[in-house]
């Protein structure tokens, strides 16, 4: 491109009938108008200060000016127009992939998954009593094979979790809690999730289900585990419902530094809140992600790009 020629952005904002231009120094203000006219139609260009540019006016600077259309270009119009029409169908594909890829359900992991994530976090946070493995939550010591490696991120999801969240490895400790099953059950089903408490540095449990509060945690553990289920031996644990775990932040032993991934747990959180308002169990008040009447294409974007990784400071 020579000197005679305009150097446009490749931000070129769109804002009713204006575009905003850069130009290389030096370029002729003539030779601007020509290609500007030609480009979008009839108009005027301003320097930063208002002044209109005109044929006689001196070579530009590398400011930033703007150019006003005088009339309606049929053609720009008709290609915005277009542009509108294809980024409704880019929103209305990448909402059913939100809707129903990226979705927090029940769903099994490999046992070799589930084995070396546990062995992670036993190191990293696991305490035992008797034998017994004691759930981040309740802190209470019930049987190892009832407190489950829960993965904050599901491993299903495991191919873009480099993309979305800048680490590599599905399982790692940061990835996941030792929670007792019928917690973790109910986190992987979105009845639940964990918000982050700036003030107190603590991640606080809490119930989205509203017909979960009256119900036990062993009761709900037994259902959904069937034969498997170890009961545990404190009558604390046995009597433990929903509304005892709601508000109440997970524990970490003393002087472990490890902590989830905030941006993973906001990310289910998110979710989660979203599928409890569809529910009719809560009305929606989240914006630590992201905004709710920002484009699912741009959620979507946002989720796989490394620049989600930022999203939460860690």
Known sequence: MSDESAQVSENIILVCDSVVLKFRAGTSSKAILARAKDK????????????????????????????????????????????????????????????????????????????????????????????????????????????????????????????????????DVRNGLLLWKPIEHAFDTAQMCFTYDTQHNSFVARVLNPALLTEKLSSYGQRVMGASWAAPSSARAMTLTFADIDNVALSFPLGCEVRPYKRVLCYQAHLAQREAAKQGWIQINFDDFWSEDEPYVAKVQHWLSKQTANAYGE
């Open 40 to 171: 979008w139609g009839p108009g005027t260009i301003t320097d930063n200060e208002g002044y209109e540019v005109t044929d006689e006016s001196p070579v530009l600077a590398t400011d930033q000016y703007e150019y006003q259309r005088s009339s309606a270009n049929p053609d720009l119009i008709a290609r915005i127009a277009d542009l509108e029409e294809q980024r409704q169908l880019d929103d209305g594909l990448a909402r059913k992939l939100y809707d129903n890829v990226f979705r927090y359900s029940e769903s099994k992991i490999s046992k070799s998954s589930n084995r070396k994530l546990k062995g992670r976090l036993k190191a990293a946070y696991g305490k035992t009593v008797q034998g017994k493995l004691v759930c981040m939550l309740t802190s209470e010591a019930v049987p190892s094979k009832t407190v489950i490696a829960a993965h904050l991120y599901k491993s299903s999801w495991a191919v873009f979790v480099e993309l979305a969240l800048g680490f590599s490895d599905i399982d």
